[in-house]
């Protein structure tokens, strides 16, 4: 198996022989990128990258991923940070269809909604 | 035009011509990195630093054009040596990142204080250039000033690279605040308060940083002046050539 500095490779469950294990400081750790355009709005992940510690990550997703566009505000969180569901257990999100008690669409709002919208132009 | 008289108008196209070459020549030589960054990120960052120091000179350079010099290209590719006043920190070649981090941080610091000041010009064109450039200043001094205490905090050999590198640097990054000719023609018209006003402000900041890192100023040292009127040192005729290739190939061509 192969054992990276980044948790996003070992994820991945590598087993291929050729490929030798990185040396420790031959790469820098990562970091997820999260962009917000607008201050309010939710911020998006949008990357990552390589660097020694927060305070360059910042310096680099600055360049990297808010030089171009409106940008607001950024995150970085460190790689090692993220908990991840297992490939293994995708199946996980394979839910029956056959529910018609969870689906939304019985409700009758929408003709209260016009009722109110009518009301207020009247 | 908020000039009162011709004396006004020579004096702030000395300024003027000695920011956008520092501009330009920096820009110049900080590309030289491209493709050659520690790693990738940094690579792309410091490449783009460089690029926003390229459109900082064009922006002067057209201020320039305003008050009746010939165009920005003209300008910038047409010039002899010793027509330039840029100063001889930053002609010299790259050398080795911890060099180009230290004049990094040096200058970007002086250009920082530089333009603050140049907010309340009364010269308006280059208040509001001032202003414009104040978020793309505002981040190189950032990347100027992590990397610093980065490397200066790091490992021995990190911190003694950094040392070095400041005591060559000291000197040359000194010859930025060499007097100019119009310097009280400048203060007296609001322009610019003066080299002498802005060392003072970019040694009080500069000196809290490199005490925070660690480093230590080096003392006793003659300031490396010359390249305000036109004497410079070997590195930038070479420089200019590079530079003017292309551009010398075909000067009419239309890009």
């Known amino acids: ?122 | 035009m908020d000039f009162f008289n011709d004396k006004h108008v020579e004096a702030a196209k000395d300024l003027i011509y000695k920011m956008a070459d520092d501009q330009l020549i920096i820009g110049h030589r900080n590309s030289e990195w491209t493709g050659l960054g520690p790693i990738l990120e940094e690579d792309i960052a410091f490449s783009s630093m460089a690029q926003d120091k390229l459109g900082q000179s064009e922006h002067l350079y057209n201020l320039l054009h305003e008050l009746g010099e010939a165009d920005a290209d003209t300008v910038a590719f047409t010039r002899n040596e010793n027509q330039f006043h840029c100063c001889h920190l930053l002609e010299l070649p790259i050398g080795e990142y911890d060099f180009s981090l230290i004049r990094h941080f040096l200058f970007d610091m002086a250009e920082a204080v530089r333009f603050e000041m140049l907010v309340e010009s009364s010269y308006e064109n280059l208040a509001l250039l001032a202003k414009k450039f104040k978020g793309e200043i505002k981040y190189h001094t950032m990347h100027a000033n992590t990397w610093l205490q980065q490397l200066a905090t790091g490992n021995e050999e990190s911190k003694a690279r950094m040392q070095n590198a400041l005591n060559e640097a000291w000197p040359l990054a000194l010859g930025i605040f060499e007097p100019g000719d119009s310097e009280d023609v400048l203060k007296e018209a609001s322009i610019f308060e003066g080299e002498a006003v802005l060392e003072a402000k970019w040694l009080e900041e500069v000196t809290a940083l490199l005490n925070k890192a660690g480093l230590t100023i080096p003392a006793g040292v003659t300031a490396e002046y010359g390249g305000r009127k036109g004497k410079h040192t070997a590195h930038l005729q070479p420089l200019l050539d590079e530079m003017t290739e292309v551009y010398s190939i075909d000067p009419t061509a239309d890009w």
Not at chain 1, 12 to 39: G, S, W
Not at chain 1, 82 to 91: I, K, L, N
């Open chain 1, 1 to 122: 198996m192969i054992k990276s500095l980044d948790p996003r490779i070992d994820r991945a469950k590598l087993t291929h022989d050729a490929i030798e294990p990185l040396k420790e400081m031959d790469q820098f750790q990562t970091f997820e990128v999260f962009h917000q355009t607008k201050r309010g709005q939710q911020h998006v992940h949008v990357g990552v990258v390589h660097a020694p510690n927060a305070d360059m990550a910042i310096l680099y997703a600055k360049e990297q991923y808010a030089r171009r566009g409106e940008t607001a505000n950024i995150w970085v969180v460190s790689s090692e940070h993220v908990s991840a569901t297992d490939y293994f257990d995708q199946d996980i999100f394979e839910t029956t269809p056959e529910k018609f008690h969870r689906d939304p669409a019985s409700y009758k709002v929408m003709d209260r909604i016009k009722a109110y919208k009518e009301r207020v132009k009247a």
